[in-house]
């Protein structure tokens, strides 16, 4: 029998998810099951969004959570280099390949060209933009277009008609008419290719057995096969695991709940609970039994009791999970010494004492002033959230649109998230000192006032932050969709004034 082997292929474009940890333990799963190889693989092609911070984290995130890969970009391997950054002659080349054998074209479309074929296609309710007008050119006129270095993209020549039909090992047949896939995008004018092709040309190249990844990537794999079949490859198994969901029954976003692996690391969570819960996301046991190592999850891993239909990500059953953990694994000392490691040190102390130092009178006014940095369940009252008298849902509003305004920040550093909090209250119009600083302080700190906020900001980090701002919103009512797509829409015109009545 063929070696087994799996990857994970994450892009380094935001923070570590806890869905590329939940998935990874999946593939290692499979992998030490049936003695195979499980590999990391860096997909960076998109260059506007990733960045090295980023895959640096994925390392630490998929280190934090006992994930370890046996090929990789910092470990090397048989079939590297493992950074997409840094396989593009290999593209090259296969790309070159499908162009000649008449597989995939030069589309020389220009955006003015695009933008008119997006208008056309949604005038007539068709849910491809692009008319395929480049897909016959003869030879003289690519030949010309070339000279005079007309910058183009490569597409795949998809079939017009048909159908295409796989059989994913969890969810069973799907079939997808080709009328409605789009000639896809396979080189970028940039020299850089897509998601689609470079993905896999390496799960060729790498020779993945087994292709097991969220479902969110079931509606590109028809895009996939087409490509097997344009080069004549053989396919790889594919398995589509069942989505981690928020409360709202939608794929878990950032923009909700929590997602960032530091996020769990940073507010204590043990990795060993986090991976034990995980691994029952999607997944049923042989019998009732809730809490194993990862090795006895290995050993009983049986790939068809993976679930179809999305998982929960149930933060209470974590909760409890970690307690049993807390309880059952760790001795008194072992509880001390993860206390230490995680904030009662002296690194963390020197952080948060430049803050009290001058405001307290006796030593104990000391956890009366850090209170915040250390719970997760802060004291919110109506009261707090409404200065001004501002509404419940003003002050989501004015909430949220922080949170957006933080997200454009890398990295959170006080100076800048002072100019947020300025830029907010200029957006709204509303006073800052008065409006804005309150707010902060009840969502960050859970009271009036405390040691300064936007240093605080800067130590809790961006995870800790977002998760407090959802929770604040959450208390006060939480948010649509809707207004949340509308808010969005009013900021990039820079004027949310509309949003609150009360101004000073
Ligand atoms: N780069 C994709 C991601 O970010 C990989 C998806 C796949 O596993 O094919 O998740």
Redesign the pocket.
């Known amino acids: 029998m063929k070696e087994v082997r799996t990857r994970?292929?994450?892009?380094p474009t935001g923070d570590p998810h806890v869905g590329t940890i939940y998935i990874a333990l999946f593939n290692l799963a499979f992998a030490k099951k049936f003695n195979g190889t499980f590999i990391l693989r860096i997909?960076d092609t998109d260059q506007t969004r990733s960045h090295p911070t980023f895959e640096k984290n994925i390392f630490e995130a998929l280190k934090w959570a006992n994930t370890s890969w046996s090929e990789g970009p910092d470990i090397g391997g048989q079939y590297g280099p493992y950074r997409q950054s840094e396989r593009l002659p290999i593209y090259k080349k296969h790309i070159a390949e499908l162009v000649e054998k008449g597989k995939a074209y030069r589309c020389f479309a220009t955006k003015e060209e695009l933008n008119e074929m997006r208008q056309v296609a949604k005038k007539m309710g068709t849910p491809s933009g692009y008319d395929r007008r480049y897909r016959n050119l003869s030879e003289a006129e690519i030949k010309k277009r070339l000279d005079e270095k007309q910058s183009y993209v490569v597409r795949l020549k998809v079939p017009l008609t048909g159908e295409c039909i796989f059989e994913d090992a969890i969810k069973g047949r799907v079939v997808t008419p080709l009328a409605d896939i789009d000639d896809q995008i396979l080189l970028k004018s940039d020299g850089f290719p897509t998601?689609h092709f470079a993905?896999v040309v390496d799960d060729h190249l790498m020779k993945i057995t087994h292709?097991i990844?969220?479902d969110e990537?079931v509606s590109s794999t028809p895009k996939h096969i087409l490509l097997y079949e344009a080069f004549g490859w053989e396919q790889p198994t594919f398995m589509h695991m069942p989505l981690l969901l928020g409360k709202d029954g939608r794929k878990l976003s950032k923009r909700k709940n929590p997602t960032s692996t530091f996020f769990f690391k940073e507010t204590g969570y043990l990795p060993e609970a986090l991976v034990n819960f995980l691994t029952l996301m999607g997944y049923s046991t042989t019998d009732e039994k809730e809490i194993y190592t990862f090795e006895e999850f290995v050993k009983d891993f049986d790939p068809n009791r993976i679930g179809k239909s999305g998982a929960f990500f149930d933060i209470q059953k974590l909760d409890w999970l970690n307690q049993q953990y807390i309880i059952n694994t760790l001795s008194e000392k072992d509880l001390l010494n993860k206390l230490k490691a995680w904030q009662f040190n002296d690194e963390f102390f020197q952080k948060i004492l430049p803050l009290c130092h001058t405001r307290m009178k006796t030593l104990t006014e000391f956890m009366e002033l850090v209170d915040f940095m250390f719970i997760n369940h802060l004291n919110y009252t109506d009261e707090l959230f409404s200065p001004k008298k501002t509404t419940k849902e003003e002050a989501i509003f004015i909430l949220y649109t922080f949170m957006m305004l933080l997200e454009k920040q890398d990295l959170l550093k006080s100076e800048n998230i002072e100019k947020a909090s300025h830029e907010l209250a200029d957006l709204f119009k509303i006073n800052h000192k008065k409006i804005v600083m309150p707010l902060l302080f009840a969502a960050i700190q859970g009271k009036k006032f405390g040691p300064p906020l936007f240093k605080s900001v800067e130590i809790l980090k961006k995870d800790r932050v977002r998760a407090r701002l959802l929770t604040a919103i959450e208390f006060l009512g939480s948010i649509s969709n809707k207004k949340i797509a509308l808010l969005k829409e009013e900021l990039q015109k820079n004027d949310l004034s509309g949003f609150v009545k009360q101004k000073n």
């Open positions: 994970i292929a994450p892009s997909e998601y993905n292709v990844r969220g990537w």
